[in-house]
C-alpha cells in the first residue's frame, strides 16, 4: 500500500467542506447508519455531511475499521426513508468489501470532483 492509498480517505474527503456528523448533529442520520451497520455485521464508518442540494453519497477509507461515508444535504431533506437505506446500503456495503480505493482513485484521476 503506497502512502496516497493510506491516506486517500482524508484527501477524498477534503476536495468538499465536509462536517463530521455526531448522534447529536444529526440523529436520523446516525442512527440509521448505526441501525444498518449493526444488521449487516459492518464496521460503524465515521459520517460526514456535504453541503450540498445535489442527492448523493460516497464512502471510502482504507479498509473496514477505517471506513467513512458522507451524504450531502439533498440527500437528506427530500428522499423517503426508503431512498435513504437505499443509497446507505450501497455505500456501506462498498467500504466493506475493500474495493473503494481503486474505484475513487480512479474517479479523483478522471477529474470527478463534483458529486
Known amino acids: 500500500m503506497n502512502i496516497i492509498s493510506w491516506f486517500y480517505s482524508r ?4 476536495l468538499y467542506p465536509t462536517r463530521r456528523v455526531t448522534s447529536g448533529h444529526l440523529p436520523q442520520l446516525y442512527r440509521t447508519v448505526e441501525r444498518l451497520t449493526r444488521r449487516a ?5 465515521k459520517i ?3 453541503p450540498n442540494d445535489s442527492p448523493n453519497a460516497l464512502a471510502t477509507g482504507r479498509n473496514p475499521s477505517h471506513a467513512s461515508v458522507a451524504v450531502s444535504q439533498g440527500l437528506l431533506n427530500p428522499p423517503s426513508d426508503e431512498e435513504l437505506v437505499a443509497c446507505w446500503n450501497a455505500n456501506l456495503s ?3 468489501r ?3 480505493q ?3 482513485a480512479g474517479h479523483l484521476n478522471a477529474g470527478e470532483h463534483e458529486i
Open 11 to 14: 484527501i477524498a474527503l477534503a
Open 41 to 45: 455485521g459492518l464496521h460503524m464508518p
Open 94 to 96: 462498498f467500504g466493506e
Open 98 to 100: 475493500e474495493t473503494h
Open 48 to 50: 460526514y455531511l456535504i
Open 102 to 104: 481503486y474505484s475513487s
